[in-house]
């Protein structure tokens, strides 16, 4: 029916975000939703874009915010609004630059490994030399 919203499906929006930050586009602001305005060229960012700048799956988000994880770095906890969560755009930049050194500072003796958009440490001394 005509004047009705369009509803947009998590990937989608995720794709439209992603494209975005990559081309240096602007990130819809969070006004639109009602939330407060941030300072400097801070902005709010959803599920959505919390993925698109993390290279996160959102459910892996999701599950990371149920559970406290990741163990080493937590992902920052959301503002919620309409049932729906956002970050400050500098707390998602922030916890990534945390991410990337917790990584490289490891437990020793513990590599991260990627599985299934999730990092499982595994002790070193028990892989296979390949």
């Known amino acids: 029916m005509a004047g009705e919203p369009r509803q947009v499906g998590l990937p989608e929006h995720l794709g439209a975000l992603a494209h975005a930050i990559r081309s240096g586009q602007p990130v819809p602001a969070g006004r639109l ?4 305005e941030l300072p400097d060229d801070d902005c709010w960012l ?7 700048l993390t290279g996160v799956p959102p459910k892996t988000i999701t599950s990371w915010l149920n559970r406290g994880g990741p163990p080493r770095n937590p992902f920052p906890v959301p503002s919620r609004l309409l049932y729906r969560l956002f970050w400050p755009r500098l707390d998602i930049t922030s916890w990534i630059t945390r991410q ?6 490891g437990v020793k003796g513990h590599r991260d490994f990627p599985a299934g958009g999730q990092l499982i440490s595994l002790r070193v ?6």
């Open 100 to 105: 990337s050194t917790a990584r490289s500072d």
């Open 125 to 130: 001394d028990r892989l296979c030399p390949w």
């Open 46 to 52: 959803d599920i959505a874009g919390a993925a698109a």
């Open 33 to 36: 939703f009602g939330l407060p």
